[in-house]
């Protein structure tokens, strides 16, 4: 029975994007390989032959040339040794943190050593970097670390100050941390080159972990957004077919692929796909991205964030604020600085805007930073410690959540010295009822649900029940995951599967895998016109699935693209098991645990499937292990209690459970098993107890009050145990065992 109740489900964490300007801080790795002190150039791409280079097209583009030869597309990724090398490697050697970095050979044998002050066992790294990163307001280069593989110092050059600092800023992360600059969240081939290159194919072997990149150009060239050329096109004709044309949606589409926080399923993406069918997008769900009413926390990219506006909901695209080519605000800073920009929808209703005076709607003077719409309504926030990024929610300024849940407002950017409450009371003066939106509801039980406040679930279901934006529907039906079987989540998710757009459908899919179905609506999701929810239906249901559906190889094959990570380790292990691969599962467990050393996901899901095995005194070792990296997870000492029962050691499993609630009072599970096993160790008084706070945080389950019933009437306590199997029938009127027990007393 034990052993039953420890094959937890494997928890497998999704992939998300992060590009190399600000790695994800969810994970951590170290390579399995020694790092190489010396470098070799990198190998010269290979044309595909399917997208054609810049080159080819600017003869006859020379305005969009003009356009787009200084942007920052155009200049995403370049070779060393130009001018622009110069003064980054004048003779400099400093210390930032516990590592040493010396900086040399100007621009015809620029060369980087560093080495780690702190750990013995961190090998020093040294050699001339083959690329570089970017333009301003930051530059970033490559070293060459073996294997095809390129990594990204955490060091970059500041043009304009003419300094080298940490994009961690006060961070001093370790050489075992996945985000240390040594390691897979600051690999170049899995999580920069995409979004730099033009065409760039990692092309990974899992089983050597070795790359052999291919490409067409560096930067984002013209290819990359106009998609592939036309064969057999004539000397004279355009490369790309020009009579096909793209909705506004599907330009966007192709902008997202790189200006999104997102898990990436594959590298095929091209114009005119649906970006849902090559990635999945992180939303306010996931913790530590966003804050509770979506502004911007961590590096996102904008993409979610325009996708919960209200602007993105009407069909706003990036295109109607930024010029491609220019990759710049259309009409330039001075549009910007002026509201002109703004106000070309703003100004008469255009894209279903709602019409703005700027001299009636800001009360600041003309001029000011108050009268300035992206002053108030696109805060900046840094990231990479020296690039202000414009928050792309456009959140409306509100003092008052700022008050009760900390959330960001821009009018405390100018005001802080007055306090919240004065700026609480003007806005009121100034905007009145106008101030009561839905959207502070919204927000209220998004961050309810983010913090595990009591009542978040039936605050969710509120808001939920009229909000028209996808990206909130999704975010909301996924911060009800707890409560997946919830008989009112499960309308609303229902009703999100039939007519959801493509977030809300994804997280339909994950929720209705959750719960267990595996009728009619569970086939629905696996066999969506897009990838996204059908991965998420996948993956939450997978144990379920017949081998041979369909959904299965394509799990394989997103797998595969991503097992240079940890998440797409621990996914590979899964598939084994499921294929009854064993041997290849423990392998990919064990990878994704060396890649994660500070993490305590791969340990738990190994020490899952170790039990699994039979090898349960092995698991443990595990999930101690990962109890030390995870000391306020709640769930560790929970699988750890549910193993040593097993072994027969009843003490350490009630230490364990113990600690588990302890750590989350509201661990309604634990509870029920610390009653069930001081019952059994012959302390009913303390089960009883145990189970009442089971009963309590839980009041749906109708399992806690029977179990009392069945102490109670061996305590001879008749009334109390009748009384406690009725409250079990309250909660489940078809709950057998209550009712049996019911029958048996006479009632």
């Known amino acids: 029975m034990m052993r039953a109740r420890f094959l937890f489900s494997l928890i497998v964490p999704a992939l998300f994007f992060a590009a190399c300007e600000k790695p994800q801080e969810t994970a951590s790795s170290v390579e399995e390989a020694d790092t190489p002190t010396s470098v070799t150039p990198p190998s010269t791409p290979v044309h595909s032959g399917v997208l054609a280079k810049s080159s080819e097209c600017i003869a006859c583009h020379q305005d969009s040339l003009k356009e787009w030869e200084n942007s920052h597309h155009a200049l995403a990724h370049r070779d060393t040794g130009g001018e622009l090398d110069l003064e980054p490697f004048a003779e400099l050697s400093l210390e930032v943190g516990h590592a040493k970095w010396t900086f040399s050979g100007g621009k015809d044998n620029p060369r980087i050593e560093w080495e780690d002050t702190l750990d013995p066992d961190a090998k020093p790294i040294a050699g001339t970097p083959p690329m570089a990163i970017g333009l301003t307001p930051l530059v970033q280069y490559l070293l060459d670390t073996g294997n095809g593989r390129y990594q990204v110092p955490d060091l970059a050059w500041d043009p304009a100050k003419k300094e080298w600092f940490s994009i961690y800023g006060d961070q001093d992360r370790r050489p075992n941390e996945w985000g240390h600059w ?29 790359y052999k990149g291919e490409w067409i150009e560096q930067g984002v060239g013209c290819a990359q957004c106009h998609g592939p050329s036309r064969p057999n096109h004539g000397k004279d004709e355009c490369i790309i077919d020009p009579a096909k044309k793209y909705t506004r949606e599907q330009w966007m589409h192709s902008c997202a692929t790189c200006h999104a926080r997102r898990e990436e399923f594959n590298e095929e993406f091209v114009i005119g796909d649906s970006f849902y069918d090559h990635y999945s997008l992180s939303l306010p769900s996931q913790p530590g991205l966003w804050f509770a009413d979506g502004q911007q926390l961590d590096e996102i990219y904008k993409f979610s964030s325009l996708m919960m506006s209200k602007m993105g909901h009407k069909g706003v695209t990036c295109l109607d604020c930024h010029d491609p080519h220019a990759a710049a605000p259309i009409g330039g800073d001075i549009a910007v600085q002026t509201n002109a920009l703004c106000l070309t929808c703003h100004a008469g209703g255009a894209n279903g805007a709602s019409i703005i005076n700027p001299a009636e709607h800001t009360f600041h003077d003309a001029g000011t930073k108050g009268s300035s719409c992206v002053d108030c309504h696109m805060p900046k926030r840094p990231y990479m410690g020296r690039d202000p990024r414009s928050d792309h929610r456009f959140p409306i300024p509100d003092p008052l959540l700022t008050k009760e849940l900390g959330t960001p407002n821009a009018c405390n950017d100018c005001h802080s ?51 028209e934006i996808d990206a909130w529907r999704a975010t909301m039906l996924r911060l009800m995951e707890p409560w997946a079987s919830d008989s009112r989540v499960v309308k609303q998710t229902n009703v999100a599967a039939q007519e959801g757009g493509p977030l809300a459908r994804a997280a339909a899919a994950m929720l209705i895998g959750r719960r267990g179905d595996s009728g009619p609506l569970l086939e629905k999701m696996l066999t969506d016109e897009l990838r996204a929810v059908r991965l998420e239906a996948a993956w939450a249901a997978f144990e379920r699935i017949p081998n041979d559906h369909p959904v299965i190889a394509e799990t394989e094959k997103v797998a595969r693209h991503q097992s240079d990570q940890p998440g797409g380790a621990m996914r590979m292990a899964r598939i084994h098991m499921k294929l009854g691969q064993l041997s290849e599962a423990e392998k990919w467990f064990k ?130 145990a009748i009384s406690a199997a009725r409250e079990a029938l309250r909660r489940a009127p078809d709950h057998q065992p209550s009712q049996q027990f019911l029958r048996q007393m006479g009632q």
């Not at 969240?185 to 972990?209: L, P, V």
């Not at 230490?655 to 634990?670: G, Q, Y």
């Open 182 to 210: 040594t390691q897979r969240g600051m690999n170049w081939n899995s999580q920069c080159a995409y979004c730099h290159f033009t065409g760039y194919k990692k092309n990974h072997d899992s089983e050597t972990d070795a």
């Open 417 to 467: 010295d007055k306090g919240l409450d004065w700026q609480i009371e003007w806005t009121d003066k100034w905007y009145g009822d106008k101030m009561k939106r839905p959207e502070r509801e919204r927000t209220r039980a998004v961050h309810a649900a983010q913090n595990g406040k009591t009542g978040a679930l039936d605050m969710l279901l509120e808001v939920n029940k009229t909000e």
């Open 591 to 720: 990878r994704a645990a060396a890649w994660d050393q500070t993490s305590p996901a791969p340990r738990r899901d190994f020490a899952v499937f170790l039990s699994s095995m039979g090898r349960t005194a092995e698991s443990v070792t595990w999930l101690d292990e990962a109890a030390e990296l995870a000391p306020t997870n709640a769930e560790i000492p929970y699988l750890a209690a549910l193993a040593y029962a097993e072994l027969g050691d009843p003490a350490k499993a009630e230490a364990r459970l113990l600690e588990a609630v302890r750590i989350e009072p509201r661990f309604s599970r634990a509870y029920y098993n610390l009653g069930l096993l001081q019952n059994s160790q012959g302390k009913p008084q303390d089960a009883i107890a145990s189970l009442q706070q089971a009963a309590n945080t839980d009041p749906t389950n109708p399992d806690p009050p029977y179990a009392q019933a069945t102490i109670l009437i061996r305590l001879g306590q008749v009334e109390q």
